[in-house]
């Protein structure tokens, strides 16, 4: 259960041109640029429950590996798609957002790419 645990973010990379390409607005990319998110991971098996907290906004999302989840997005948007597992890593694709999460020691590393836009957020266990 590598991915157990709960992560505060440490580093990120291209937040403000990552955030404007999904179309968020410049007052709420201006408000979370500076804020540390926590990541709190439950793993049981391929099962997950993800749930993100930045600032007063809490994302859940629940889904298991290979089956077809209802996932919420950053805009808040709900999108259904399957997450997988490669080794030490989840992929999952949301409305054209490639997104890749691994862990690396006490580290998770969160990569999403959007055409030529890479957003990566490094969070450390805490």
Do not use: C
């Not at 990552?18 to 793993?43: C, H, N, R, T, Y």
């Not at 997005?73 to 080794?87: A, F, L, R």
């Not at 020691?105 to 450390?124: A, E, F, H, P, Q």
């Amino acid at each position: 259960m590598a991915f157990n645990g709960k992560y505060e973010l440490e580093t990120h990379e291209n937040f403000e041109p990552f955030m404007k390409a999904i179309g968020l607005p410049d007052d709420l990319i201006q408000k979370g640029k500076d804020i540390k998110s926590v990541s709190e991971i439950v793993q049981d098996g391929n099962s997950f429950k993800v749930t993100v907290t930045t600032g007063n906004k809490v994302l859940v999302n629940e889904f298991t590996v290979g089956q077809e989840a209802e996932l919420e997005t950053i805009t808040g948007e709900k999108i259904k798609t399957v997450v997988t597992m490669e080794g030490n890593k989840l992929k999952v694709s949301l409305k054209g957002i490639e997104s890749v999460t691994e862990v690396s020691g006490d580290k998770i590393i969160n990569t999403m790419t959007l055409g030529g836009i890479v957003y990566k957020r490094i969070s450390k266990r805490v």
